[in-house]
C-alpha cells in the first residue's frame, strides 16, 4: 500500500466530518468522538472492530467511558494510505448508525 503526500492529506479526508491531520512528527489522521454513554462508545467500538478485522487494517484507539479518540495510519508504508481514508469513511458511517 502506497503512502499519500503528506501535502495531500488534508484534501483526502476534507470530505470526513470530524477527521483531522495528526500534529506532530506522526502522518496520521486522527478523529475525536463523545457518545451519550458508555455502552453506545462500546458498541461503535464493536461495529468499528468487526469492519477492521474483516479488511485486516486496524485503528489505534483510546476508551474512557463515553469518549473514544481514533488514530489511523499505516503501519507498512510509515503514513497515511488510502487503507486509512476508506476505514475513516467507514467509521463515519458507523458513527452515524450508532447515533441514530
Not at 461503535?44 to 488514530?71: C, G, Q, S, T
Not at 481514508?85 to 458511517?93: G, H, P, V
Amino acid at each position: 500500500m502506497s503512502r499519500i503526500a503528506r501535502s495531500e492529506i488534508a484534501a483526502k479526508i476534507s470530505h470526513l466530518s470530524g477527521w483531522s491531520v495528526a500534529t506532530g512528527d506522526r502522518e496520521a489522521i486522527v478523529k475525536n468522538l463523545v457518545f451519550g454513554d458508555f455502552k453506545q462508545a462500546w458498541k461503535f467500538m464493536n461495529v468499528v472492530a468487526e469492519e477492521a478485522d474483516r479488511v485486516d487494517h486496524h485503528p489505534e484507539w483510546f476508551n474512557v467511558y463515553n469518549k473514544v479518540n481514533i488514530l489511523l495510519a499505516t503501519h507498512t508504508c510509515n503514513g497515511v494510505s488510502e487503507k486509512d481514508i476508506a476505514l475513516a469513511e467507514f467509521i463515519n458511517r458507523a458513527e452515524e448508525s450508532v447515533r441514530s
